[in-house]
């Protein structure tokens, strides 16, 4: 009976034995599938990029500019930020709504009578330059709409339906438009006379013009800016400045440039000496880097800060909404290949990144052009060999372990 009894505790033990040894098996796959996952590697292609060496500052902008009277329903007859001169009729005054909805008809009537006109004149030209002309308004249509650039829409809708008159004019798919502008032109008589008798508004003086919602939202002075020192200039921007006035028209800048008046701490105004021009820009109004003259750096030592003046000779409709603002101020750029900075390493003293050569890793060195805390620009004319090795679409390694030069990815 003993003998009975042990066979079944043998096999028990020789299953329990299995039983572990699976279980290490299995823990020593997953310990090598944490290794293999664990050594993962991320790349990111070495691109072109222009980076800035710049100071973010708040400031007030200040324009030449003269008030335009006038309130009540208005509508508007130029765009803001158009060039307007001496008796130009910038609005009309609506007595009631039906007059603007008016008003919009005859600009699409206008539009109208015009692109049909132009459609007529494709005499001459050869088939394949307007089916050319054709294919590219469509392209830039589809490229307004794909950019959400919806300001350029009209402009683009109008240049394909133009395009495509004129194929349909040259092919014989369409005769000519006589008729239909005939029709189009004595609605727009009839709606023009209507509105001819309403009160306008014009310019009186040559200019800039502004529409109220799209003139600064603040009341500056000119001459007080420019005569404030610097404790004063300060003073001003703490306190604020009135707000504009609502009972008006808009207004119309006089100038063809704009200031920039901000104060700064002393050691940002050393970044300026020696300095004559920059870039300015506003991040979410005015995105594009402007050329800017430095007029003005006053230093205050014993307040420890500097008043500095810039002068952009840029106006459109998105400066002079201009009030006060933070404004991005670049003194110096650089263009060359950009590098994520995580990829730095330094190996015998020298700076370098790890790229990726088919599969293998090759540490190349690099030289700094300029850096902030995230990239690294460096000199685009890399070359094998010299101290600055890594050229443009380098696959550079952001992200990995154990990483040697010469070793297998």
Not at 102 to 123: A, V
Not at 334 to 342: F, L, T
Request: aromatic content about 8%.
């Amino acid at each position: 009976m003993a003998r009975m009894n042990s066979r079944p505790t043998a096999a028990r033990v020789l299953r329990g034995a299995g039983i572990v040894l699976l279980a290490l098996v299995s823990l020593y796959v997953v310990i090598q599938f944490f290794v293999i996952f664990d050594q993962s590697y991320k790349t990111e292609t070495a691109i072109a990029y222009t980076m800035a060496d710049s100071v973010t500052l708040e400031g007030v902008a200040a324009f030449d500019a003269v008030t335009v009277v006038g309130e009540g329903n208005l509508g508007y007859l130029v765009q803001d930020g158009e060039r307007v001169t001496n008796g130009t009729v910038v609005a009309e005054c609506y007595t009631d709504d039906t007059q603007g909805l008016l008003r919009e008809r005859l600009d699409r009537l206008g539009r109208s009578i015009e692109l049909l006109s132009k459609s007529q004149n494709s005499t001459g030209t050869d088939l394949s330059v307007l089916t050319n002309q054709t294919k590219q308004a469509l392209y830039n249509l589809l490229d307004k709409l794909d950019t959400a650039q919806y300001s350029g829409i009209t402009e683009a809708e109008d240049e394909f339906l133009l395009a495509q008159n004129r194929l349909q004019v040259s092919t014989g798919q369409t005769g000519d438009f006589a008729q239909t502008i005939g029709a189009l032109q004595a609605e727009y008589d009839e709606l023009s006379a209507q509105l001819g008798a309403l009160q306008t508004i014009t310019a009186t003086t040559n200019g800039y013009f502004s529409s109220t919602e799209a003139a600064p939202p603040i009341q500056t002075d000119p001459q007080a800016l420019s005569d404030a020192t610097p404790v004063q200039l300060q003073e001003m921007l703490t306190d604020g400045f009135p707000a504009a006035e609502t009972d008006r028209a808009g207004q119309i800048a006089t100038g063809f440039s704009w200031k920039f008046y901000t104060v700064c701490d002393l050691e940002t105004a050393d970044r300026f000496d020696g300095v004559t021009s920059v870039k300015i820009s506003v991040p979410g109004k005015q995105n594009t880097p402007l050329s800017a003259t430095v007029l003005e750096v006053t230093r205050d030592e014993e307040a420890g800060v500097a008043k500095l003046v810039l002068e952009c000779q840029t106006i459109n409709a998105e400066i002079l909404s201009f009030g006060v603002e933070n404004a991005q101020i670049d003194l110096k750029t650089y263009e060359g290949i950009r590098i994520d900075k995580s990829a730095l390493h330094i190996v015998n003293g020298a700076r370098g990144v790890y790229v990726k050569y088919g599969n293998l890793q090759r540490f190349l060195k690099i030289t700094t052009l300029y850096e902030d805390e995230n990239y690294i620009l460096i000199p685009a004319d890399g070359e094998i060999g010299t101290d600055n090795e890594v050229r443009l679409y380098d696959e550079i390694i952001v992200q990995g372990t154990n990483l040697q030069d010469g070793k297998l990815l």
